[in-house]
């Protein structure tokens, strides 16, 4: 809020948008990380990417972007007076954000049970470019996955909010910054789909 | 687009979000089918596809299309820089 009262819309994506080049930085950064030990292990990546479970990666794409989705029709929904459809779209992005978690969950509980785990005995036992594969998966993904969490304790807070009535129409910022921020761990898993699960 | 609309957000009706959605899936799909069927084309579409996805993101769900040009700026200027480091890594690798 300003001085005299008034919420500075604009002032506040803007403060959104600069953190989320922070995010956009962040895994930038592993992505090239990737990209560069790829370079030097093309073989053992494409092989390491072939153990993967496609089918769960996809699936847990297409529970983003209709996460995606919801998210965007809740700041809609709000924007447009329709209050309690927005909560409850809200809710319906938070509860895909917890599908996806319980999916990579099983993903990583499989991948666990073959001894393939950071430090696991497995995982020592493969060639380093596989070691390295499979590092670069658990930090990455582990890392979204921590991102999926926030968004998704943030957007069940977005709709209790909404369903109280504490952003509305003529105040719905906080909304649509949550909704940035969901919709930037979405374009995250984007790119985290081919380099991962298709790179074989 | 008024600086009102910018000042308080742009409203965008669910049916232009549902085709959105919609294209995402089928882009989806393409990337799929596309790096089942040979190495080259799954290469050809990650470096088309994946961005052409972030691309629909960041236009319609994350509202940029209806953003001033200072916003839209920033992002560019983000995303440049990003893909500085990225060329840099790759001049690295090819030259070494």
């Known amino acids: ?200 | 687009m008024t600086s009102m609309d910018q000042e308080k957000g742009h409203i965008v009706e669910p049916a232009v979000l549902a085709r959105v959605w919609g294209a995402l899936v089928c882009l989806t799909i393409g990337l799929v089918s596309a790096s089942l069927a040979s190495p080259k084309l799954a290469v050809l579409a990650m470096l088309v596809i994946t961005p052409a996805k972030a691309w629909l993101v960041f236009h319609y769900f994350m509202h940029l299309k209806y953003e001033g040009p200072l916003l839209k700026g920033m992002v560019l200027v983000a995303l440049l820089t990003l893909v500085i480091f990225i060329s840099m890594m790759f001049l690295d690798l090819g030259f070494r």
């Open chain 1, 1 to 200: 809020m300003s001085e005299n009262g008034r919420r500075d819309y604009q002032g506040s994506k803007i403060g959104m948008w600069l953190f989320l080049f922070t995010e956009l930085m962040l895994f930038g950064g592993l992505f090239i990380l990737y990209s560069g030990y790829r370079s030097l292990h093309p073989e053992s990546f494409h092989h390491a990417s072939r153990e993967l479970n496609v089918v769960l990666g996809v699936a847990n794409t297409l529970v983003l972007l209709t996460s995606s989705l919801f998210a965007a029709l809740a700041l809609t929904s709000v924007q447009q007076g329709r209050h309690s459809d927005g909560a409850k779209w809200a809710w319906l992005t938070a509860g895909l954000g917890g599908v996806f978690l319980v999916v990579k969950a099983f993903e990583w509980g499989a991948k666990f049970s073959h001894g393939i785990y950071p430090g696991g005995k497995a995982l020592l036992a493969l060639p380093p470019g596989e070691g390295l594969f499979y590092g670069l998966y658990f930090t990455m993904t582990g890392l979204h996955g921590l991102h999926v969490l926030a968004g998704v304790v943030l957007l069940s807070v977005m709709a209790l909010l909404v369903g109280k009535g504490r952003v509305h129409q003529g105040d719905c910022v906080v909304l649509e910054n949550s909704g940035l921020y969901w919709h930037l761990v979405d374009v995250i898993w984007i790119f985290l789909l081919p380099l991962f699960y298709l790179a074989a």
